[in-house]
């Protein structure tokens, strides 16, 4: 029988080490023709530095 594997969320250690996270959203941000005006939702699969750096794009 498989053995069942145990998972937690610890949101301090996402931040510490979600630098390359942050990095490959940044150059995807980069990539974007945002005119300001788009609406993004976010799905809730990290600690939302990546959505705040969307959102200083889109003011409304």
Do not use: F
Not at 25 to 34: N, T, V, W
Not at 35 to 57: F, M, N, P, S, W
Request: charged share 30%; glycine share 10%.
């Amino acid at each position: 029988m498989a053995e069942e594997k145990q998972y937690s969320w610890n949101a301090e250690d996402y931040a510490r080490h979600s630098s390359a996270q942050q990095g490959w959203g940044r150059e995807l941000i980069s990539k974007l023709d945002l005119q300001g005006y788009e609406a993004v939702l976010d799905i809730g699969c990290g600690d939302g530095k990546i959505t705040a750096e969307i959102a200083e794009h889109l003011p409304d």
